[in-house]
């Protein structure tokens, strides 16, 4: 699977749930990138932006789409990645704040 492929069959999936990619296309593409090189890596697409143990069961929160998703998106209608957005944030209808780390510290190292 290559990233155009895996950029297709995730928008299948998460748009009717109502999530869009963001419309910073470059963007999306390099972490769909990261997301196989993930996959490669630990057998899982985890989240890019996070730092994983390679231990699926302890990085279970960060796969992508992570838990956080659901909450930074509906506050900041973005996700920490700024891969999953709100139509209102493509739209610039809401500001582009930053989001910030939901994931508790202990789970981190």
């Given at each position: 699977m290559n990233a155009e492929q895996l950029h297709?069959?995730?928008k299948k999936v998460q748009e009717p749930k109502g999530y869009c990619f963001s419309d910073d296309t470059g963007r999306?593409?390099?972490l769909m990138q990261a997301l196989l090189a993930n996959k490669e890596r630990y057998g899982y697409?985890?989240?890019p932006c996070r730092l994983a143990s390679g231990n699926k069961e302890k990085d279970r929160d960060i796969i992508c789409p992570c838990v956080y998703r659901t909450d930074d998106v509906a506050e900041y209608g973005s996700c920490y990645c700024n891969l999953y957005v709100s139509g209102?944030?493509?739209e610039g209808r809401i500001p582009r704040d930053y989001v910030p780390e939901r994931r508790p510290v202990d789970k981190i190292f």
């Open positions: 297709e069959m995730l999306v593409m390099d697409m985890v989240c209102e944030w493509n």
